[in-house]
C-alpha cells in the first residue's frame, strides 16, 4: 500500500463566548486534520494537535514531513517514525512541533491499516471492546462562581459522567471554594480531578493541596510548567497523585517523567506525543512502574475516539477525558459521533475499521485557519 499523498489543513472555528482558564480565554477552536492516500484508494485521517499554531504545525506537513512518507509503505508505521525522527526530530527539527505534526500523520497510517485488514484500530493493538472509565473534561468546566459550575457538573452527570476535572490555577482560595462547593454538593460518590494548566507556582501547590487532599481529589493535574522537574519533586509530598504528560513529547522526555517517581499519573496526548505508534511506547515504559494511562485529548472526535482504542489495548489503561464543551464543532460536526458515555460512566472503542469515524472533508473545507491568538489575555489575578 505506497502512500502517494499527504496533506494537512489547519481550521479554525470561532467561539463567542469562550470559558476561562489557567491558559486565557477561549476565543476561537483550532485544530489540524491529516489526510493519508495510498495508490489502492484507502484514505486515512488524523489529528495533529494545534499547539496554539495550527497554520505552522500544518506547514510542517505539508512542506517537510510529507516528503519523508511519500512512497513508503503505509503498513510501514514504525518505519516511517523511525524516518521522520532521524531526519527531522533528533537533530535541528523543531522538536515539540515535529512530534504534534508526526502525531496526525501517525494517526493517519494507522486509520489506513484498519480499513485494509477490515479491523478496528482496538483489535490492531491487541485490544478487546471492553468498557473504559471516563471523566467530564475537555474545554469546560472552567473558573465559573461555584454556584454555576456546580449546574455544569450536574449537566455532566446527567451525561453518565462520574467523575469530572475542575480547572485549577486561578488563587488557591478560590480553586478549593469551587472544589468544596463540588464536593459538597455531589457528595463522596463523584470522582474529583483539578487541573492547574501549568498555573501554579511552588507555593501555590504546597498551599492548595492539604485542602484538596482532604476533599480527596483524585489528582493534581500540570500544576507546574513540564520542565519543572524541581517543582514536581517538591510538591510530590502532600498525599494527592500528581498527572502529566499533555506537554511532554515522545518517550524520550516521558522517561524522565517516569524515572524521577514523582508524577502518579503519566497523560502523553495522542495528537501531540508522537500518535499512537509512540503512545503505546510510552504506555509500556508506565506499565513497568505501574503508572496509569490516562491520556488528554480536547478537540476533535478522531483524536477521542483514538484514545478510546488505544486505552481498551492498554494493559495500564486508566480514564478517557471526555469533552464536555459546547459548542465543538470538531467533536460533533467534523466527524461522526467518536463515542457514547453509558449509564455506568465508562465508554468503549468504536467497532467500524480503523479509528472508526468519517470524517465530513465539505465541513473542513468550510472552516479554513483563521490566523491570531486563540486564547486571550487574563490579568493576573492576586491573592494566591
Avoid at 491529516?34 to 484507502?42: H, L, M, N, R, S
Avoid at 494545534?50 to 505552522?56: D, E, I, P, Q, W
Avoid at 457528595?187 to 482532604?214: C, H, K, Q, S, W
Avoid at 522537574?229 to 499533555?246: K, Q, T
Wanted: aromatic share 8%; charged share 20%; with cysteine.
Amino acid at each position: 500500500m505506497k502512500i502517494v499523498d499527504v496533506e494537512a489543513f489547519a481550521l479554525s472555528i470561532p467561539v463567542a463566548d469562550g470559558i476561562v482558564f489557567g491558559i486565557g480565554k477561549v476565543l476561537r477552536r483550532d485544530t489540524v486534520l491529516v489526510k493519508v492516500t495510498t495508490e489502492d484508494g484507502i484514505v486515512g485521517f488524523g489529528e495533529s494537535h494545534h499547539g496554539r499554531a495550527a497554520g505552522s504545525v500544518a506547514h510542517i506537513v505539508n512542506s517537510l514531513l510529507k516528503h519523508f512518507v511519500v512512497g513508503a509503505d503505509a503498513t510501514d508505521v514504525v518505519g516511517i517514525w523511525q524516518r521522520i525522527y532521524t531526519m527531522q526530530l533528533r537533530s535541528h527539527g523543531l522538536g515539540a512541533a515535529t512530534a504534534i505534526a508526526m502525531s496526525g500523520i501517525d494517526q493517519a497510517l494507522w486509520d489506513i491499516r484498519g480499513k485494509a485488514t477490515g479491523w478496528p484500530l482496538y483489535k490492531l493493538l491487541g485490544g478487546s471492546a471492553r468498557k473504559v472509565k471516563t471523566y467530564a473534561g475537555g474545554v469546560s468546566l472552567g473558573w465559573s462562581e461555584p454556584a454555576a459550575l456546580c449546574d455544569e457538573v450536574a449537566a455532566a452527570m446527567e451525561l453518565g459522567y462520574r467523575a469530572v476535572k475542575l480547572r485549577g490555577g486561578d488563587t488557591v482560595a478560590r480553586d478549593v471554594e469551587r472544589a468544596t462547593a463540588v464536593r459538597e454538593r455531589f457528595g463522596d460518590d463523584l470522582t474529583i480531578m483539578v487541573d492547574a494548566n501549568t498555573n501554579y507556582t511552588l507555593d501555590d501547590a504546597i498551599r492548595a493541596l492539604p485542602a484538596f487532599r482532604a476533599l480527596e481529589i483524585a489528582w493534581l493535574e500540570e500544576p507546574f510548567a513540564p520542565h519543572d522537574y524541581r517543582s514536581y519533586a517538591r510538591a510530590d509530598h502532600a498525599g494527592v497523585p500528581l498527572a502529566a504528560g499533555e506537554n511532554h513529547y515522545t518517550r524520550f522526555e516521558f522517561h524522565r517523567l517516569i524515572e524521577d517517581g514523582h508524577v502518579g499519573i503519566i497523560q502523553p496526548d495522542l495528537s501531540k506525543s508522537g500518535g499512537i505508534t509512540e503512545v503505546v511506547r510510552i504506555a509500556a515504559l508506565g506499565s513497568a512502574w505501574k503508572l496509569p494511562l490516562c491520556p488528554h485529548t480536547a478537540t476533535t472526535g478522531l483524536n477521542m475516539a483514538v484514545t478510546i482504542h488505544v486505552l481498551a489495548a492498554t494493559e495500564n489503561s486508566g480514564y478517557f477525558e471526555g469533552d464536555i464543551s459546547h459548542p465543538n464543532p470538531f467533536r460533533d460536526r467534523l466527524v461522526s459521533t467518536p463515542y457514547a458515555v453509558a449509564a455506568d460512566g465508562t465508554v468503549s472503542p468504536l467497532e467500524a475499521p480503523g479509528i472508526g469515524v468519517e470524517v465530513d472533508e465539505d465541513f473542513a473545507r468550510a472552516h479554513p485557519f483563521v490566523d491570531g491568538p486563540a486564547y486571550a489575555e487574563i490579568p493576573v489575578r492576586g491573592g494566591k
